[in-house]
């Protein structure tokens, strides 16, 4: 709210001091300024998201599955603690705390179905801070595979060290932050032989899937947007393949 107030105070003062000036133009169309025009971002095919989950860590390998199925920012599935979920025997419903819509005042509410549940159950933790997408984890799992690898047996002087590394903090942070998430999913791009892509193009994916079943106020619903429109710029891929299938049928 805090924030809310001081943007608004913000507005009022620049407002003031325009007085008996031009206006300031609040939106202008595309191609109409020599202005770089920023490219649609496609949803990524489910072919790609599937060759790379190999190669990914089990965290990474989960947030990327639960972006797919329900279609919230890269920063939300990489912030969630089991303090911030409402488990039903239904729907289960994730409250971000800090969120894109923080500063508007407005409440961000993702319902996680079935197959989000599915992905997230394992990852649960007894404490309600912790991150349930945690580096933790990925640093936890890489150490056993190698220790699971080793030909050789330990020797005392290998076990001595573990037990005194086991004393100290781990080497990994609680949570991940999104540059990384991104770099993690592009190398494991490169060991799948795909295209690289970025995790946000799994949100696109989540509302072309809607958008091509016809649930329009669905997809704005799950992706949290205020306006259709805001929507549809997501979903221009899924308008260009029902063009292309209505075409296929009547032209």
């Known amino acids: 709210m805090l924030r809310c107030r001081s943007r608004n105070g913000l507005d009022w003062a620049l407002s003031e001091a325009r ?11 595309p191609g109409r300024t020599p202005a770089k025009e920023t490219k649609i971002v496609d949803p990524v095919p489910w072919a790609w998201v599937k060759a790379v989950l190999p190669h990914l860590t089990g965290p990474i390998r989960a947030s990327v599955l639960l972006q797919w199925w329900s279609g919230m920012r890269p920063s939300e599935a990489l ?10 025997d239904t729907i289960w419903i994730y409250r971000p705390v800090q969120h894109k819509g923080v500063w508007r005042g407005r409440d961000r ?4 179905g079935p197959n989000a549940q599915e992905v997230l159950r394992p990852r649960l933790k007894l404490d309600p801070d912790a991150a349930i997408i945690t ?23 290998q076990q001595a ?29 490169d060991k799948a032989g795909v295209p690289r892509w970025s995790p946000h193009r799994l949100r696109h994916a989540a509302a072309a899937r809607l958008f091509g ?13 205020s306006r259709l429109d805001m ?3 997501y979903a221009a891929s899924a308008d260009r393949r029902l063009a292309a299938d209505a075409m296929a049928r009547l032209g």
């Open 213 to 225: 079943a016809g649930e329009f106020e669905a997809a704005r619903a799950v992706l949290g947007h």
């Open 19 to 29: 007085k008996g000036q031009p206006p300031l133009p609040t939106h202008v169309k």
């Open 109 to 112: 509410i993702v319902q996680l």
């Open 231 to 233: 929507t549809r710029h």
């Open 161 to 189: 060290r573990d037990e005194r590394n086991a004393k100290k903090a781990p080497p990994v942070g609680a949570f991940y932050d999104v540059n990384s998430y991104r770099t993690a999913i592009h190398r494991a791009c």
């Open 79 to 88: 912030t969630m603690t089991g303090r911030q979920l409402q488990r039903t």
């Open 135 to 157: 580096p933790l984890d990925a640093f936890l799992e890489v150490k056993a595979k190698k220790r699971a690898d080793r030909k050789t047996k330990v020797q005392p002087s």
